[in-house]
């Protein structure tokens, strides 16, 4: 099993930044062969992709709505990936996931992703 952990999110005000952060462990958790995404999701939505990096790091892709303002990277002897995520909007509010996949293809389907992490709240207020 891989146990993803999320952590960084609050609230902050529009135009602030954060980072989150994804740590990843488990048993099974092999990072050279796995990508990693960061999907979110507001209430009465269904869940979106957000931005993935594959773990050699030469495959990233975003969501067009964050293209500029956010930047995923990963740290391989942390084990973590973060999303940095800047100029923030109100439409940014949701519940953040971490998830992985055991392919180092770039996927944005919410369903193709094997592990997830329990979330963290991201509030932005206008």
């Known amino acids: 099993q891989v146990q993803l952990v999320e952590s960084g999110g609050g609230l902050v005000p529009a135009g602030d930044s954060l980072r989150l952060s994804c740590a990843a462990s488990?048993?099974?958790?092999?990072?050279?062969?796995?990508?990693l995404g960061w999907f979110r999701q507001a209430p009465g939505t269904e869940r979106a992709f957000v931005a993935a990096?594959?773990?050699?790091?030469?495959?990233?892709s975003y969501a067009d709505s964050v293209k500029g303002r956010f930047t995923i990277s990963r740290d391989n002897a942390k084990n973590t990936v973060y999303l940095s995520m800047n100029s923030l909007k109100p439409e940014d509010t949701a519940n953040y996931y971490c998830?992985?996949?055991?392919?180092?293809?770039?996927?944005?389907?919410?369903?193709?992703?094997?592990?997830w992490g329990q979330g963290t709240q991201v509030t932005v207020s206008s």
């Open positions: 990096i594959n773990w050699s790091g030469l495959k990233i």
């Open positions: 998830a992985a996949r055991d392919d180092l293809n770039i996927a944005t389907l919410p369903v193709v992703y094997k592990y």
């Open positions: 488990g048993r099974t958790f092999s990072p050279y062969s796995m990508t």
